[in-house]
């Protein structure tokens, strides 16, 4: 998923944020308001994690997002069966 996307829709993210991060806060949540570098900053300093690391952890977080939301979805008029053909 595209990281503009997440940050456009950071409110509703923060919740899957919550999930995988459980030790940052809310009100850290709030100050890095979806920027990416912020967030991975976070995870840095909380979890006392090298930069490479964060950065794994946080590519591997927004590649779920894409698996779990509408866009990661397969198109269903592909994956359709033909109709049924007459008598």
């Given at each position: 998923?595209?990281?503009?996307r997440i940050?456009?829709?950071?409110?509703?993210?923060?919740?899957?944020?919550?999930?995988?991060?459980?030790?940052?806060?809310?009100?850290?949540?709030?100050?890095?308001?979806?920027?990416?570098?912020?967030?991975?900053?976070?995870?840095?300093?909380?979890?006392?994690?090298?930069?490479?690391?964060?950065?794994?952890?946080?590519?591997?977080?927004?590649?779920?997002?894409?698996?779990?939301?509408?866009?990661?979805?397969?198109?269903?008029?592909?994956?359709?069966?033909?109709?049924a053909e007459?008598?």
């Open positions: 998923m595209n990281w503009d940050e456009g829709n950071w409110k509703q993210f923060k919740g899957t944020v919550r999930q995988q991060w459980g030790k940052i806060t809310d009100e850290q949540l709030d100050a890095i308001a979806g920027k990416r570098h912020l967030l991975a900053g976070q995870i840095q300093q909380t979890y006392a994690v090298s930069v490479d690391n964060a950065e794994t952890q946080l590519a591997a977080w927004q590649q779920n997002q894409k698996e779990t939301t509408v866009e990661g979805k397969p198109d269903v008029t592909q994956t359709m069966d033909k109709p007459n008598k």
